[in-house]
């Protein structure tokens, strides 16, 4: 059975830093690319960053490019999302996804796997 588990979200300064994690089982996790996205209130789901399976290659929306880190850790089955310099449009549910692909780009559509999310509210 397939499990991402969501850590790390909750309430920030603006200006302030978060690491999210994803825990992922049930799957080969190596040979997988990996992603973070958001849903904001009102707004639909999008991508914040994704990672190819052997973390060589990243991919970020343009919002949060320099300003946000995306990495994986293999041995431990986890990909990580280093937030920094946190603005209050940031504020939305975080998803992991996973895809079965091993390369990137990534798509919405084409994401196998989903966790359940994590809040991340930036407050002003």
């Known amino acids: 059975q397939v499990q991402l588990v969501e850590s790390g979200g909750g309430l920030v300064q603006a200006g302030g830093s978060l690491r999210l994690s994803c825990a992922a089982s049930g799957y080969t996790f190596s040979t997988c690319a990996m992603a973070w996205f958001r849903q904001a209130p009102g707004k639909e789901r999008e991508l914040v960053a994704a990672?190819?399976?052997?973390?060589?290659?990243?991919d970020y929306a343009t919002s949060v490019k320099g300003r946000f880190t995306i990495s994986r850790d293999n041995a431990k089955n986890t990909v990580y999302l280093e937030m920094n310099s946190l603005k209050p449009e940031d504020t939305a549910v975080y998803y992991c996804?996973?895809?079965?692909?091993?390369?990137?780009?990534?798509?919405?559509?084409?994401?196998?796997?989903w966790g359940k999310g994590t809040l991340v509210t930036v407050s002003s």
């Open positions: 996804a996973a895809d079965r692909q091993f390369g990137l780009p990534v798509t919405l559509a084409g994401m196998d796997f």
């Open positions: 990672i190819s399976g052997s973390g060589r290659s990243t």
